[in-house]
């Protein structure tokens, strides 16, 4: 696809690109749309030596639609809509550290995230991310008829993944995160949902996976565990992924209803500051 406004330059063959030519503080209408549309081409988009203000990534995010706000992290005291996700020299815990979509826990899952770079490390930190486009196609015909009206079962606290820890003692390591975790008891954290699903915007068949899926629903545990341990492999071969190499002033992304993520915890030492944006999505189908 070319664009009039903007140019995409791919980092992948599986997905990805570099958008150029644009300043995310100043939007028209029209470099928008071209926006959007690399957006829904390429997966998750990329910006370079961006120097936006709060306000400014805010307003982006909206363009989006409604700002979702963590259901265990509380936003920034001055911009409740924004998340700092900080890691210090001395924090253990990376936050983000598995193959997961954001927020697959919710009746509701997140559409979009933005992930917007104010400090780095000199090296490492980055963020890979997988293509489940490109994993539902890979799969046999036998294994898409078994599981074509299968759903997952997923869990946002004490999940699979994390041993079966709350949440809140993971934080305990990051002094920073650790004050701002919260666990609202009037917010739904459990959730079926197709394990293929369907881009609302696309219309194409995507694996929904990650780590928050415990179960497949309706299995015994015997029976469904062999087959999400496939998938969970299966969805992140090199071959489906790209990864991406932050800098003061990047901006990701990603498109959570296609692409699961993982931040890479190797950088310990280092200091690394984002300012993340979750965009509201619907029920998937």
């Known amino acids: 696809m070319s664009y009039a406004q903007i140019e995409a330059h791919p980092i992948a063959g599986a997905l990805g690109a570099e958008i150029s030519g644009v300043d995310l503080g100043d939007l028209d209408d029209d470099v928008f749309k071209e926006i959007h549309d690399a ?3 390429h997966q998750v988009i990329f910006f370079r030596s961006q120097n936006i203000s709060p306000e400014q990534q805010i307003a982006f995010a909206r363009r989006f639609g409604e700002i979702h706000h963590h259901p265990f992290m509380r936003g920034m005291v001055d911009y409740p809509d924004i998340l700092e996700i900080i ?3 001395d924090d253990t815990h990376t936050f983000g550290s598995v193959w997961h979509t954001d927020q697959m826990f919710n009746p509701e899952p ?4 933005m992930l917007y770079a104010k400090e780095t490390p000199t090296a490492g930190g980055d963020t890979l991310f997988a293509s489940m486009y490109l994993a539902y196609d890979a799969l ?6 078994m599981l074509a009206d299968v759903k997952t079962w997923s ?18 390591g990051n002094t920073q995160m650790a004050n701002k975790v919260r666990n609202p008891g009037n917010l739904v954290t459990e959730a079926a949902h197709p394990l293929f699903r369907t881009h609302p915007e696309t219309g194409r068949k995507g694996l929904y996976i990650g780590s928050h899926a415990q179960t497949l629903e309706g299995f015994h545990e015997a029976e469904a565990e062999p087959i999400m341990a496939f998938l969970r492999e299966h969805a992140v071969q090199p071959e489906f992924t790209c990864r991406f190499r932050w800098e003061p002033g990047s901006l990701a992304l990603w498109d959570n209803r296609c692409v699961q993520h993982h931040a890479v915890a190797d950088y310990a030492g280092q200091r690394r500051r984002m300012h993340r944006i979750t965009i509201c999505g619907d029920k998937p189908f």
């Open 110 to 113: 997140a559409k979009a995230t």
């Open 155 to 172: 869990v946002g606290n004490n999940f699979k993944n994390n041993d079966g820890v709350d949440r809140r003692e993971v934080y305990k």
């Open 39 to 41: 957006w829904l081409q």
């Open 87 to 89: 890691k210090t020299e």
């Open 140 to 145: 046999s015909e036998g294994m898409k008829a």
